[in-house]
């Protein structure tokens, strides 16, 4: 899937079954529903992918301190860009072209 195919199946009820867990969290991200972006990053703690998107989840709840944590276990620097760019960014990172 790549970034074009991931941005319109954002008007589904679900994301693709095929959908690594960072990729769901973005997906209920892009959604707005950050309970259950929460709940797909949560499934695998320790993976990078998970502990990067985690951070920016965190960060989007407004909890910058715990944000910094995940940004360190995802070996990443704390993100100081807008949400938006920052979501933008991790999409492009999970859904690389082809």
Avoid: I
């Avoid at 079954?17 to 997906?27: F, H, Y």
């Avoid at 695998?44 to 910058?64: K, Q, S, T």
């Avoid at 944590?69 to 993100?79: K, L, Q, S």
């Amino acid at each position: 899937m790549e970034v074009e195919e991931f941005q319109v199946s954002l008007s589904a009820d679900a994301p693709q079954v095929e959908m690594s867990l960072p990729q769901q969290a973005l997906w209920w991200a892009g959604k707005g529903n950050w309970e259950r972006a929460h709940e797909c990053v949560q499934q695998r703690e320790g993976d990078p992918d998970c502990d990067l998107v985690h951070a920016y989840l965190r960060r989007l709840e407004g909890d910058l301190g715990n944000a910094a944590y995940w940004y360190r276990r995802a070996g990443h620097p704390v993100a100081t860009d807008l949400l938006k760019a920052e979501w933008d960014a991790l999409v492009e990172q999970m859904f690389p072209p082809a």
